[in-house]
């Protein structure tokens, strides 16, 4: 499989990331190893039964990270959206006729689970304070705070916080907010709570170097995407908490903000979503903000 020219088409006209490249890379690898052992060259002989019997081997992995057997269901789906571009773009730029086999495959064998995943307000609880190294509490911290997805989180230097007075009109507090490149190659702004600050002075305040990355590894260098979630597992694992995938710290983040009576559009722009449907499946509602907001409604409707 030669899906460099796809890589190259989402990477400069699609503006993709480069963490979303690397993915893409890797699924495309794992697949074309795949095919390569079940001895199948060409890629117009790829058909349900290829696609079907390749799932059942995701289904089958052992995975003794998590002591259970199979690849997660978003996992599953993640690598299969993968496979289902690549063929349309083959489909769209290349000479042969192809069809994509994933186009009609039903979608309960692929589809991935959009169900909102905030970690537990307890775990929570026992994972911030518990962390005793200042980098990783103020790293997770910022998670929480921030809603930034990990590869966003990396770029972050440690000037690109600016703390300022915001006073008149009513208003006398202190913002600190920075701006960070997300998908799509588009600038948005982030701000942070003064608790979270607090951290983050106290961690700034450790550092002996001139580096200008915020979040560096123990090598001096800038924490990679996988260091990082190493760091989560490895608390997790010393802190008796089950595993948590720093993605769902985003979560926990819309989560909070949402039952915290931001508006929904605000959030929208504050997660960097294209789209408002998509801001929607990070969010889960409590019984506390339904309650509320019913019987506000009921007493409007008495009025």
Same mark, same amino acid.
């Given at each position: 499989m030669d899906f460099e020219p796809f890589l190259r088409h989402y990477s400069t006209n699609m503006q993709c990331s480069t963490q979303t490249i690397r993915s893409y890379r890797n699924d495309l690898k794992l697949f074309s190893a795949y095919l390569e052992k079940h001895s199948v060259r060409e890629?117009?002989?790829?058909?349900?039964?290829?696609?079907?019997?390749?799932?059942?081997?995701?289904?089958?992995?052992? /995975?003794?990270?998590y002591g259970r057997?199979?690849?997660?269901?978003?996992?599953?789906?993640?690598?299969?959206s993968s496979l289902s571009s690549y063929f349309?773009?083959?489909?769209?730029?290349?000479?042969?006729?192809?069809? $994509?086999?994933l186009k009609d495959l039903p979608q309960n064998r692929w589809k991935k689970n959009k169900e909102p995943k905030p970690v537990d307000s307890q775990v929570l609880e026992v994972l911030i304070p518990g962390i005793s190294n200042t980098r990783d509490q103020t790293l997770f911290a910022m998670?929480?705070?921030?809603?930034?997805?990990?590869?966003?989180?990396?770029?972050? /230097?440690?000037d690109t916080i600016a703390v300022t007075a915001v006073t008149g009109d009513g208003e006398n507090r202190v913002e600190s907010k920075g701006k960070v490149l997300g998908k799509g190659g588009k600038v948005r702004t982030f701000f942070v709570d003064e608790d979270t600050m607090e951290l983050y002075f106290k961690y700034v305040a450790t550092r002996t170097d001139n580096l200008p990355a915020l979040f560096l590894s123990q090598r001096k260098q800038r924490m990679?995407?996988?260091?990082?979630?190493?760091?989560?597992q490895a608390w997790c694992k010393k802190l008796g908490?089950?595993?948590? $995938?720093?993605?769902?710290?985003?979560?926990s983040f819309a989560t909070r903000m949402i039952n915290g009576d931001i508006a929904a559009m605000v959030l929208r722009e504050l997660m960097g979503h294209e789209s408002f449907t998509t801001t929607l499946r990070y969010v889960k509602i409590n019984e506390k903000k339904l309650a509320r907001g019913y019987f506000s409604a009921m007493e409007y409707h008495k009025q």
């Open positions: 890629l117009c002989q790829v058909d349900h039964a290829v696609i079907t019997k390749y799932i059942e081997q995701m289904q089958a992995i052992e /995975n003794p990270r057997t199979g690849l997660a269901d978003a996992t599953i789906g993640r690598r299969l349309e773009f083959t489909r769209a730029t290349g000479d042969i006729k192809l069809r $994509n086999p998670f929480l705070a921030t809603g930034l997805r990990i590869s966003e989180m990396r770029q972050l /230097n440690r990679s995407v996988r260091a990082i979630q190493y760091t989560l908490i089950p595993h948590i $995938n720093v993605h769902r710290l985003r979560h």
